[in-house]
């Protein structure tokens, strides 16, 4: 399985970003799609989840109400939609596929640098 992602770059506070990733190769064995953040010097943060069958999502506090993640199963691709963004909001953005049982994300794709500016 790879995980191919895009978008990302530099925005004001207030602004918008779409982060998309690609999933390809043995999807049937993906089932839970999400997406993680890593600022400089903290841990890594799962933002948002997606359920493949259900679609249910699951949003990290920090980012409940601005940020929705989709996904376009026909595309097999998860988009992560990031509004009213905040200086804290910028870091690196990976997204990752796996399996719901034990929320295991066996799959990332490389990271995307997200800078909000002041």
């Known amino acids: 399985v790879q995980l191919q992602a895009s978008g990302g770059g530099l925005v004001r506070t207030g602004g918008s970003l779409r982060l998309a990733c690609a999933v390809s190769?043995?999807?049937?064995?993906?089932?839970?799609a999400g997406w993680f953040r890593q600022a400089v010097g903290k841990e890594r943060e799962n933002v948002a989840s997606?359920?493949?069958?259900?679609?249910?999502?699951t949003y990290a506090d920090s980012v409940k109400g601005r940020f929705i993640i989709t996904l376009d199963n026909a595309k097999n691709a998860v988009t992560l939609h990031m509004n009213n963004l905040k200086p804290e909001d910028t870091a690196v953005y990976y997204c990752?596929?796996?399996?719901?049982?034990?929320?295991?994300?066996?799959?990332w794709g490389q990271g995307t640098q997200v800078t909000v500016s002041s």
């Open positions: 190769g043995g999807t049937f064995t993906t089932r839970l």
């Open positions: 990752a596929a796996g399996k719901v049982a034990g929320l295991d994300y066996a799959y």
């Open positions: 997606i359920r493949w069958n259900t679609l249910a999502t």
